[in-house]
């Protein structure tokens, strides 16, 4: 399943922004668990999976105040799946 454009910016900016606390060896080791008791809930059907992906509809559209957010930031990943520019000033 695709992630929706707004679920996917605010993954790479979070990556971007806290991507060097997960070099640390306690946390590598809790990532791997829990990657592990995930793929052991999709192999079981677990219905908390499909809650999970059906939450990811709420995230079809990020806020104005995060695209700022993003823009500033210029992280290439985040800001490549932002929506093109609207101009809304348009003369009539």
Known sequence: MKQPPALAELTALYVERTH??????????????TVKEVLRRVDAKDPLVDDCQNKQQRYKCAPRNIHRHVL????????S???PVRNDHQPH
């Open 81 to 83: 799946s932002l929506p």
């Open 72 to 79: 500033l930031s210029e992280i290439k990943e985040a800001t």
């Open 20 to 33: 060097s606390m997960w070099r640390e060896t306690a946390v590598t080791f809790w990532l791997e668990a």
